[in-house]
């Protein structure tokens, strides 16, 4: 499929072939949950933790005695049941991640570069390569129209990532960090064509 590429002052440079067998499906939910999902829990710190009754800080005497107080009988203040008492099951430190096989991490990552294209949110440059003034590509990005992008080049530029590191809303990535997530929640998908190169050659 033919795209047009650009360059950052939004002129016209020509156009480039992108493979249909990753920028033109159709795009599935059911896999893009699957794989944000598995990305999002392996993200996920798992540090929670509760005093179980063995854990909270009270006397081990017994609180009153067993007969004859006409209540019911009970032996620890720490029992789950008394206020300040430990908690019953409660959650404990353990890892949330789960395993996805390659194969659908792939396919979600071409499916997510798809459903970019076929919104019309996928932008083609010719390159990302600028002097690091967060000013003059901050005109740039607001003259392109550009409010939440990603911008995936092979390896990022360094004087981009300097100039973009203070402008709200846009981020850059390499191409091996490239992930369904991320791609995802960006309005804007800005792609290089060293970017696009590396992608395919990832993903063939």
Do not use: C
Request: aromatic residues 4%; without cysteine.
């Amino acid at each position: 499929m033919k795209f047009d590429v650009i360059n950052l002052d939004a002129g016209s440079v020509g156009t480039l072939d992108l493979d249909e067998a990753i920028f033109g499906l159709e795009p599935r939910a059911d896999i893009l949950h699957r794989v944000v999902r598995w990305q999002r829990n392996n993200a996920q710190a798992g540090t929670h933790k509760v005093k179980t009754r063995s854990e909270v800080s009270y006397s081990t005497k017994k609180i009153y005695r067993q007969k004859g107080t006409g209540g019911a009988r009970h032996g620890s203040r720490k029992a789950p049941i008394f206020r300040k008492g430990g908690i019953y099951k409660g959650p404990t430190p353990r890892s949330h991640g789960h395993d996805l096989p390659k194969k659908v991490r792939k396919l979600g990552l071409m499916l997510a570069l798809s459903a970019k294209a076929k919104a019309g949110e996928l932008v083609i440059i010719d390159s990302a390569a600028v002097e690091g003034k967060t000013a003059a590509l901050a005109k740039q990005v607001k003259n392109l129209g550009w409010k939440r992008a990603l911008l995936i080049d092979s390896t990022v530029n360094e004087g981009f990532a300097k100039a973009a590191a203070n402008i709200e809303g846009l981020d850059a990535l390499p191409a091996i960090g490239a992930n369904v997530y991320d791609i995802l929640k960006r309005d804007t998908l800005v792609l290089t064509k060293a970017g696009v190169e590396a992608l395919e050659a990832r993903l063939k």
